[in-house]
């Protein structure tokens, strides 16, 4: 019997009380950064560099929305991509959660999927 444990970003197959295959994946930052400049810019119409998304990410970015002690709401300046103006809006960690889903998904799929098919098969 082969049990698999996940342990993000950790995967194994365990089978007979040892490890048969492990996998550990990271995602780069810089796809969470990306993540957060491509949501400000379609969510809220605007622009931040990033250096504001690290900052963003830092204090407030979140995998999952729920959280027993969510982070305090952000202020981010930036420009109005409409008017060309400073903005500033205010963010929460759950909108940063919205904002990493994809990357976080696709990551977790890539990681039990590779690291299922290089298990060796069990021969009978």
Known sequence: ???????????????????????????????????????????????VGDRTAEKIKIQIG?????????????????????TGKPKQVQITHREISKALDKSILRNRGFRYGNTLTNTPRTRS
């Open 1 to 47: 019997m082969s049990i698999l444990v996940v342990e993000p970003p950790e995967i194994a197959v365990i089978a007979l009380g040892g490890i048969v295959c492990d996998k550990s994946v990271k995602v780069a930052g810089d796809v969470f950064t990306n993540d957060i400049i491509y949501y400000m810019r379609t969510q809220h119409n605007l622009y």
């Open 62 to 82: 979140a995998a999952t929305e729920d959280l027993e002690v969510p982070p305090d709401e952000m202020n981010v300046q930036g420009r109005d991509l409409l």
